[in-house]
């Protein structure tokens, strides 16, 4: 089996999404009490794949990047970081930042990754286990460190479009091709489960799991499961016997998750002017991303696509021939994948930090989520996570309006850096709800979720 499922096979938790405490198994006691303790343990400690890399690669990089460099980047480890958009790890875990760990790769030292590469991100310069990442280049990231260990870094498909995103199901989709429903290893030709890489999948984050029945963008499967949110260890070199001896420690890992708290928005708020758009908010808005306070109430409403209007890529980028293959399999035995029938609405806590905005990261603002007529056609990013790349007034990401995409000249980590809704799996078109507010009201309900 060649290297790069291994490598894929640490990406697949990317939109792992939305898991409330897992149900208990009379059959397997340590199932029965999952412990959040020890699930933050065996996150911030572990590797549960194969390292794909040798620990050299991540030191001899940069002699790969473009433009060249001359000599070794001063502070290295935060020009790495800066590169590929990771951020400091507020855990023990050596010079590597959140997302990469040492592993072991045959006889030797290696870099391994872990879900926290793509759920674990920063802003104002606080890292934040749970939070999506909205500046990760995972492309470049793979492409790189594959090339400084075998010279060659090919992908079988683009991991990402747009920094920030990335193709998740086609991660799924990948790995599960190499598996029977058995979990043993398909020998013969892979199955066809009718891949896509232009999903442009935004992270969710951690933090709002525990309010949620369903799981993913569409509400396919039940919260509950804990095998779901071990799909990406679907590496070659994992048995079923790895499966079924580590779902205690994704239980401990799903109750880690469900502990985590939205961050609080750090700057001043206007009290008043949020109070008016917690009315405004509660009249429009409430019913599908529920109330908040402490007696807050969810609805766990999947929104038709007729309804909700927004880029239907994902709705139809996961076959059905996938969902059955995974309904027969170890993983589906207990809570099997459902039909998709629109988008989930999430709720809103902390939703000042998570910003890029819809499932694919098309609306950079709240003010934009709310004004689909304000909404930037192309546009980039400095893709840092500071004070300074932060639009407090419309609350999200500052942002370049362009005139025209990419250039196909440049490398493609300078053309992931533009996000062009003209683009398939881009579009930035509906959740027209906001429209009808006058400018006052949209800063009062602007004002509002702040507060969440």
């Not at 979990?183 to 892979?190: A, G, H, M, N, T």
């Not at 992931?416 to 006058?438: A, E, I, L, W």
Request: proline share 7%; charged share 25%; net charge positive.
């Amino acid at each position: 089996m060649k290297a790069w499922p291994i490598a894929l096979a640490a990406l697949l938790a990317l939109d792992v999404g939305d898991a409330r405490v897992a149900e208990p198994d009379a059959t397997n006691p340590d199932l029965a009490k999952p412990d959040a303790q020890r699930g933050k343990r065996a996150l911030f400690t572990r590797a549960f794949v194969p390292a794909p890399w040798p620990l050299a690669a991540y030191d001899n990089v940069w002699k790969v990047w473009e433009p060249a460099a001359k000599e070794k980047p001063a502070d290295y480890d935060q020009a790495f970081r800066r590169r590929y958009g990771l951020h400091p790890p507020p855990y023990p875990n050596g010079k590597l930042p959140m997302g990469l760990r040492e592993g072991r790769l045959l006889f030797a030292k290696g870099v391994a990754t872990d879900c926290l590469l793509c759920h674990a991100g920063s802003i104002f310069g606080t890292s934040y286990p749970g939070l999506g990442n909205a500046a990760l280049d995972i492309h470049a990231l793979f492409e790189e460190l594959g090339k400084a260990t075998t010279g060659s870094g090919r992908l079988p498909f683009k991991f990402s479009n747009v920094r920030g995103t990335s193709e998740a199901g086609a991660f799924a989709v990948y790995l599960w091709s190499f598996r029977e429903p058995d979990l043993s290893i398909r020998l013969q030709d892979r199955y066809d489960f009718e891949l896509r890489d232009d999903l442009c999948e935004d992270v969710p984050a951690w933090w709002l799991l525990k309010k949620k029945k369903t799981m993913y963008f569409t509400g396919t499967t039940d919260a509950r499961s804990v095998r779901s949110i071990m799909q990406f260890m679907l590496t070659p070199d994992n048995t079923r016997a790895v499966f079924e001896k580590e779902e205690s420690t994704y239980a401990d890992i799903q109750a880690y998750i469900l502990s985590l708290e939205a961050p609080k928005y750090p700057l001043p708020i206007d009290r008043e002017l949020a109070r008016q758009g917690e009315g405004l908010f509660n009249r429009t808005c409430a019913k599908c991303h529920g109330t908040y306070g402490a007696k807050w109430t969810y609805p766990n409403k999947i929104v038709p696509m007729e309804t909700i209007g927004t880029d239907a890529t994902r709705f139809h980028g996961l076959s059905r021939k996938l969902g059955e293959h995974y309904n027969r399999s170890w993983f589906g035995a207990k809570y099997p994948s459902m039909e998709a029938k629109g988008y989930q609405a999430p709720p809103l806590d902390g939703v000042w930090a998570t910003a890029p905005y819809f499932h694919h990261g098309a609306v950079p603002t709240l003010h934009d989520v709310l004004d689909s007529n304000s909404r930037p056609r192309i546009f980039t990013r400095s893709y840092g996570t500071g004070r300074d790349d932060y639009d407090a007034v419309k609350v999200g990401w500052k942002v370049e309006a362009l005139s025209q995409g990419a250039d196909p000249k440049q490398p493609g980590i300078e053309r992931r850096k533009v996000y062009d809704t003209t683009q398939p799996g881009r579009g930035n078109g509906g959740h027209t709800f906001g429209d009808h507010f006058s400018d006052a009201e949209r800063r009062a309900v602007v004002e509002y979720l702040k507060t969440l």
